[in-house]
C-alpha cells in the first residue's frame, strides 16, 4: 500500500476513471489485497509504476479490471504481460472463463482486448446496484 499514490497516478495519467470515495479510496483497495481471490499486479521499470491490472474471479468467471500502461511505456508489450500473467493465475485458480468489462468510449482498449481474442458482445446489457453513487 504504500504505492497507493503511485498506482493513483498512473491510473489518472491514464485516464482511468478514479473513485476516490469509493471503490478506489486507499481503505478500499487495501482491503481488495487482502482477499484470496483478487490478484493485483503492477509492472514496474525501477522503482516506478509504470502498469498496473488487477485479477479477480467469482469462482466461476475471471475479471480482468484497472488495466493502465503509463503513456510512455504503451505499444511495448507491457499490457499484454500484465493481462496474460492475470490470465495465467486465473487459470491456476481453475478460472476457465475471463471477462473484461470496458465502457463503450474507451475505443483503445476495446480494440486492444479484441487484438488478444477476447469476444465483444453487444448482446449483453450490464446491470450494477450500488450502495453509494461513490463505488
Not at 75 to 97: F, N
Amino acid at each position: 500500500m504504500t504505492d497507493y499514490p503511485a498506482l493513483i497516478q498512473l491510473w489518472q495519467q491514464t485516464e482511468l476513471s478514479y473513485r476516490p470515495q469509493g471503490r478506489d479510496s486507499y481503505q478500499e483497495i487495501a482491503r481488495q489485497t487482502k482477499l484470496p481471490y483478487i490478484h493485483i499486479l503492477v509492472a514496474l521499470t525501477g522503482r516506478e509504476i509504470i502498469g498496473s491490472v488487477f485479477g479477480s474471479h467469482d469462482g466461476r468467471r475471471g475479471w480482468i479490471n484497472r488495466l493502465a500502461v503509463h503513456p510512455d511505456y504503451q505499444r511495448k508489450g507491457i499490457a499484454k504481460s500484465l493481462v496474460k500473467a492475470i490470465e495465467k493465475w486465473l487459470d491456476q485458480q481453475g478460472i476457465k472463463i475471463v471477462c473484461s468489462l470496458i465502457e463503450d468510449w474507451n475505443i483503445k482498449s476495446i480494440k486492444f482486448m479484441q487484438i488478444f481474442d477476447y469476444t465483444k458482445h453487444n448482446d449483453i446489457i450490464y446491470f450494477s446496484k450500488r450502495k453509494s453513487h461513490q463505488v
